[in-house]
């Protein structure tokens, strides 16, 4: 069901089209329904029982990156992401979801198949990736600039417990899959940087994927175990923080696992007190007075904010307020920094053709800064902006590797 | 629709750009208004040969065509009223040229106003037209309606921009009006009729428009009052005095409350009502009006004017003001928007009035208006579920329609008569004039094919 207040605030969208021009969807389709605000009034025909929803409704509802833009930007206070988010956990339970990604999703909910199946993908995957046809693509990332799978797991390659002599702070660890499996030098260096300032890591071996690409997708039953997992294990009391160096993974413990089990009529207890210490790197990093340990490091870098990052969790200035203090390192700010990249987890593969016209739009924004670094503390779009770089000269790293490459 | 014109229709543009399925005909029934009406199929055409294909084969079979933008209009204009199918220009959204030796534009339909405003403004140029909705709306759609906007009271309204256009007529025909030059004197002129139609003479295809060089600054001013009055009788005093600001807005204490709690821009929410003033032009100008203006407001009675110190304190407050629509609907889920205008000297009893109509109607009001221009848009927050509620608010807009017809005003000012007004039109057009327009209208579309169900249509006489 979606919930009452959502249902209600449907009608406060008196259709005056400010989330349109937002959008960066409609604006490369330029069809209504593809549109919120022709989104927001299908669901309404639905909640009054005057449009039974259809196959094209569905794929209307998923030509959608969840960037949250609307919202954002809708005067009348609708929360449109929100709602969407609703409403795809109605629709799977009338349309299935492809078996790809029940799939996927049933391995991200596993303690035991997800190392497993990464274990085969790194003897198999990793090898098999140089065979791969070099123009071709997955969605709209090329598979030559497809990531190899880390070696070893993050997890595996450090204790649970990282004490300090002197502790200056004592955080819980939570790498998320996108550093665990493939990007390892983002953990490296979180674990790096927080060593170096004295604080204490808990880094728990066991938990669990946060569930988000499963429960956006709208199945919310499936990740279910996950978020009760994580709660468990990421509930306790005695640390600072719970510091978290992915956008997607933050946006998922610090805002969306309440409102799925609110929504579910679940308890959210738990998860009330777990939500106010989820602190991105970035966030946590600004109670520190990092000058004296920073070593001048050459580049121009820009910013691309995620929109998990600058949406969900209104995270703007910290991540750029630590790029500017790096010496060396000239930032420059990006035309439409905050335009969501069009990666969108799997949208840009079940929409390449939508994803390709609004990432070419973020490249453009990214050449023109003439920057030979981009910074971004999210997985997905540093899988998006660099699989979609072709001639461009570019790296694509976490704020934070950069901050950890200042402090040899 | 018969099955083979539809397939005919596909023929022309493929099955994408044809849309015939519940929810893209939902998709397509509504705009900013409070009316619905779904169409028998959505049509997105590319291309002007496509556009005339389209209409040579509706007007062969007598199939109702209904042009559409964005539907950001609030009178049902672009919604197919009798059905058949609508025609959206969202996909030719091509800006075709920008010429600065002759400061003119050449621009697809569907191009957004403020992505014309901004490539242009790239180039040191300016098109002034500036609707609340310039965000959202189309040029064709702003062209049909002849939308005003913001800075009406230096600038003029869209019609004062067009130089020419390429249309498409009911039968398929294509023909060019006007030319590239800013004089033309050449013929009727066509331009600046189709300006306005609301969609009931022809499709235009290619859109020219005039653009001036850009301004070299500007202040934007907060004047805020402690009574309604006093903001009131400043704008009229300032035309009066000879001062021709580039806008100039009014807002009462609701509607910056509405606004504030979407923008949280430190709006003076316990003031009455406040002016947003912008002066342009030349730095010395500009320094010396913006005092001017400043002086002016206090004392007319503003309590505090507080003066923008950089071009992104202006972008913010125009950008909070052009929010204002949708942030009442915090108050409401409907808004009816009033559009009557006034001689500019009439605006403080104008506004006396509205508040008066709405007290004895018992409707909600918040007040808001293009001041500089006389043009007010009293919004009537309401809920389209309580049947009583709304004939209040209507019987509170016929009233004042009528008020304003006795002081020399206009019913709408720029938001067009659509279905919401056409019952008023009587009161302004004599049978003379509707016959001559309805003569005008048949002479483009004998058949009747093009937007049925308009203003000229629904009037009573």
């Known amino acids: 069901m979606i919930p009452t207040q959502l249902q209600e605030e449907v009608y406060n969208c008196i259709k005056c089209g400010i989330c349109m021009y937002a959008c960066p969807v409609y604006r490369q389709v330029n069809v209504e329904g593809a549109s919120p605000r022709g989104k927001v009034q299908l669901i309404k025909k639905i909640q009054e029982g005057k449009f039974e929803p259809t196959e094209g409704f569905k794929n209307l509802l998923f030509t959608c990156l969840l960037c949250e833009t609307c919202t954002v930007n809708c005067p009348s206070g609708v929360h449109v992401d929100r709602l969407l988010k609703s409403m795809r956990a109605e629709i799977v339970k009338k349309f299935k979801l492809p078996w790809q990604k029940r799939l996927a999703f049933s391995l991200l909910c596993s303690e035991k198949m997800l190392p497993l199946a990464m274990a085969w993908g790194r003897v198999l995957g990793n090898p098999l990736m140089s065979l791969l046809p070099k123009n071709g693509k997955l969605g709209t990332v090329s598979f030559s600039k497809l990531p190899k799978l880390n070696k070893k797991p993050l997890l595996d390659q450090y204790p649970e417990v990282m004490p300090s002599e002197k502790p200056t702070g004592k955080v819980l660890y939570f790498p998320g899959c996108a550093t665990n499996y493939i990007f390892e030098n983002i953990g490296h260096s979180t674990i790096k940087v927080l060593k170096k300032l004295g604080v204490e890591i808990y880094m728990p071996k066991d938990q669990m994927c946060c569930g988000l690409p499963i429960f956006l997708a709208g199945a919310r039953d499936t990740a279910l175990g996950n978020i009760r997992k994580n709660l468990e294990i990421f509930g306790r009391k005695d640390v600072d923080a719970i510091i978290i160096d992915c956008a997607t993974c933050g946006s998922a413990l610090k805002e969306e696992y309440f409102h799925i089990l609110d929504e579910m009529g679940e308890d959210t207890a738990a998860v009330k007190k777990m939500s106010g210490k989820v602190m991105d790197i970035t966030q946590y990093l600004k109670r520190f007075d990092l000058k004296k340990y920073l070593h001048p490091v050459k580049g121009r870098v820009t910013y691309h904010d995620p929109c998990h990052l600058v949406r969900s969790q209104k995270v703007r200035s910290e991540p750029r307020d630590l790029l500017k203090q790096i010496p060396g390192m000239e930032f420059a700010e990006m035309v439409g920094a905050d335009v969501c990249c069009g990666g969108g987890g799997s949208f840009q593969i079940d929409h390449a053709d939508v994803a390709s016209g609004i990432t070419a739009k973020k490249m453009k924004s990214i050449a023109d800064t003439g920057a030979g670094i981009v910074a971004s503390g999210c997985p997905g779009c540093r899988l998006q902006i660099y699989g979609n770089s072709g001639k461009m000269e570019i790296t694509v790293v976490h704020p934070i590797e950069l901050l950890a490459k200042a402090m040899d | ?461």
């Not at chain 2, 309590?303 to 409401?332: H, P, Q, Y």
């Open chain 2, 1 to 461: 629709m018969k099955q083979d014109v539809l397939n005919k229709l596909i023929s022309i543009v493929g099955k994408e750009r044809c849309k015939t399925a519940p929810e893209d005909l939902l998709a397509y029934s509504y705009d900013a208004s409070i009316h619905e009406f779904m169409p028998e199929a959505v049509v997105l055409p590319k291309s002007t040969e496509e556009v005339s294909r389209i209409m040579k084969l509706c007007s062969e079979n007598k199939v109702y065509v209904t042009p559409r933008g964005a539907a950001s209009g609030l009178g049902g204009e672009a919604l197919a009223k009798q059905g058949g199918i609508v025609l959206s220009f969202t996909m030719m959204n091509n800006i075709l040229e920008i010429n600065t030796a002759n400061r003119y534009a050449i621009v697809e339909p569907g191009v957004i106003v403020s992505d014309l405003q901004k490539a242009v403004d790239a180039l040191n140029l300016f098109y002034p037209p500036d609707p609340g909705s310039a965000n959202v709306a189309t040029i064709g759609g702003t062209v049909m309606m002849n939308a005003g906007g913001m800075r009406g009271i230096k600038y003029g309204v869209t019609r004062d921009y067009l130089l020419g256009m390429e249309i498409v007529l009911p039968s398929g025909e294509i023909m060019k009006t006007g030319t590239v030059t800013v004089k033309d004197v050449t013929g009727f002129d066509l331009t600046r009729l189709i300006c306005g139609s609301e969609g009931t003479l022809a499709l235009a295809t290619k859109i020219t428009v005039r653009l001036l060089p850009k301004p070299k600054t500007k202040r934007t001013l907060l004047a805020i009052y402690d009574s309604l009055d006093d903001a009131g009788m400043t704008v009229s005093k300032i035309v009066e005095a000879g001062i021709i600001p580039a806008t100039c807005e009014l807002m009462d204490t609701i509607v910056m409350k509405a606004i504030e709690d979407y923008y949280h821009l430190g709006f003076p929410v316990d003031a009455a009502a406040a002016l947003l003033i912008d002066v342009d032009g030349d730095p010395e100008v500009v320094e010396r009006q913006a005092v001017i203006v400043g002086d002016f407001c206090k004392k007319c009675g503003a309590r505090d004017v507080r003066v923008s110190k950089s071009d992104k304190e202006n972008d913010d407050l125009w950008a909070a003001r052009r929010t204002a629509f949708g942030a009442i609907a915090r108050l409401a889920p409907q808004c009816a928007i009033e559009d009557a205008t006034v001689p500019v000297s009439y605006l403080v009893e104008a506004i006396k009035k509205v508040i008066e109509i709405c007290k004895k109607n018992r409707v909600r009001l918040a007040v808001l208006a293009h001041a500089g221009d006389g043009n007010l848009h009293p919004l009537m927050p309401f809920d389209g579920r309580d049947a009583d509620e709304q004939a209040r608010v209507e019987k509170a807009m016929d009233e004042f329609v009528e008020y304003a017809m006795t002081i020399g005003g206009t019913i709408s000012g720029e938001h067009g008569i659509g279905m919401n007004k056409a019952k008023y039109l009587p009161q302004q057009l004599s049978p003379t004039s509707l016959r001559i327009q309805r003569e005008i209208k048949k002479s483009f579309d004998p058949q009747g094919i093009l937007n049925p169900g308009s203003f000229l249509e629904v009037c009573p006489l």
